[in-house]
Each structure stands twice: as structure tokens, then as C-alpha cells.
């Protein structure tokens, strides 16, 4: 079956610490893979998206993510965390034909000042 | 324009009454969907529809009903709910369900309290 997880329920950085945060999807081939990003009580908005190509993707915001095919992840990065990027992380994945969409359990991301 | 609207922001609504949600979007998408989100969890995908035309009903309760009236406009109609039916409705729109897309553009959401 497929399914994405996010092993990290919460996490707590420092201001200007780096960040990283895990997403393992299981699935039969290769899929789209989405990570997005969710202020208290609004929508998501797409940070990136890796479709195919240089596995190294870059999005808004200053956060990038690798795709590592060997070990089934698509971790999202971002060098130095600001307050402001305090929220809730879900990682997402699509099969090719996007017959599915289904969201990781998501991690929320505290950060100190 | 990127945005895709809702409305109204809250609602609450007893069980028998009758209420629809709203989506709007203007930005050419032929895909629009309706994720539900209780709290502390990921969004669940209800229903989608491409062309207008539902494509995927996701076993949700006939109590939901989701209509597209137009390109642009996304309705769901609420009757008879329950009060586990309360959570955060959200919208969201892509450009086209068949190809390489799942970008997807979400709303703010409605949320939604069941008495």
C-alpha cells in the first residue's frame, strides 16, 4: 500500500539553526512528491514539488528538499529558520496517473528565539 | 491571480439544517477538490473534479454533496450532518488531474461546527 510518513511529530529549533525534516514514502515507482506548509487555522501553500529530473529542489521561502531514491525520502531543508517558519510541515505524495493524493501525519515545527 | 477563495470563514449549523460551502478560483484550473482536516491531523482527500465532472468520490457519506457548477466555482452542500462532521474544509485547485501536475493551490478554508 502506499503511504508517506513523517517520523517527527514535533520539533523544537533554535532561531538561525538549521532545519531538516524527514518524509519516507512507500511506494511502487517513483512519484510526485510535494512538501507543503500550514500557518495555525489556514490553508497549505506549496512550498516545492519534485517531479523528476535534478534531485535537489529548490522552493520558496529559502527551503529546498532531496529526493533520495534509495532511501525512499524526500527530507526538507532550510539552512537558518526564522520565527516565522513556525507551522505545521506535511509531505505529500501522488502517484504518476494521480489517482490518490495522500498527505503525511505532518510535523510541527516550533522555533525559539 | 493565485487565489482560490472560500466562504464563507466559519459556520456553524445544526444537524438538520441545510448550509453549502464555497470555492472560487480564477486562475484557469480545470481541478478542483474538497479535503476535510480535523484537528492535529493531515487533510483527507473527499472529492475531486476535472472538467467539471466528479472523477473521485473518496466513500464519503451522502450527506456531503459536492457540485461544480462552473470552471471557476466548487459548492458543497451540507445536510443532515453530524456533530464529527466539524473540522476544517479546505478547497484547493491544480491545473489539470490527467498530467504531471499536483500543484495544488489550497483556500483558507471553512470551518465548520456541527451542533
Known amino acids: 500500500a502506499q503511504s508517506v510518513t513523517q517520523p517527527d511529530i514535533h520539533i523544537t529549533v533554535s532561531e538561525g539553526a538549521s532545519l531538516e525534516l524527514r518524509c519516507n514514502y512507500s511506494?511502487?515507482?517513483?512519484?510526485?512528491l510535494f512538501w507543503y506548509v500550514q500557518s495555525p487555522g489556514q490553508g497549505l501553500q506549496l512550498l516545492l514539488k519534485?517531479?523528476?529530473?535534478?534531485?535537489l529542489v529548490q522552493g520558496i521561502k529559502g527551503f529546498e528538499a532531496e529526493f533520495k531514491r534509495s532511501q525512499s525520502s524526500f527530507n526538507l531543508r532550510k539552512p537558518s529558520v526564522h520565527w516565522s517558519d513556525a507551522a505545521e510541515y506535511f509531505c505529500?505524495?501522488?502517484?504518476?496517473?494521480?489517482?490518490?493524493?495522500?498527505f503525511g501525519s505532518g510535523t510541527k515545527l516550533n522555533v525559539k528565539p | 491571480d493565485t487565489e482560490v477563495t472560500q466562504t464563507p470563514k466559519h459556520l456553524v449549523m445544526g444537524m438538520t439544517n441545510k448550509k453549502s460551502l464555497k470555492c472560487e478560483q480564477h486562475?484557469?484550473?480545470?481541478?478542483m477538490y474538497w479535503y476535510k482536516q480535523k484537528a492535529k491531523k493531515p487533510p483527507e482527500l473527499m472529492f475531486v473534479y476535472s472538467y467539471e465532472k466528479l472523477s473521485i468520490n473518496e466513500s464519503v457519506p451522502s450527506r456531503f454533496s459536492p457540485e461544480c457548477p462552473n470552471s471557476s466555482l466548487l459548492n458543497l452542500h451540507l445536510h443532515a450532518l453530524q456533530p464529527e462532521d466539524s473540522a476544517l474544509y479546505l478547497c484547493?485547485?491544480?491545473?489539470?488531474?490527467?498530467?504531471?501536475?499536483?500543484?495544488?493551490?489550497f483556500g483558507p478554508g471553512t470551518r465548520l461546527t456541527v451542533t
Open positions: 519534485y517531479f523528476s529530473g535534478d534531485t
Open positions: 505529500a505524495v501522488a502517484p504518476y496517473n494521480f489517482n490518490k493524493f495522500y
Open positions: 486562475m484557469g484550473h480545470r481541478a
Open positions: 511506494y511502487g515507482a517513483t512519484p510526485y
Open positions: 484547493a485547485s491544480s491545473q489539470d488531474r490527467t498530467g504531471p501536475i499536483g500543484e495544488q493551490y
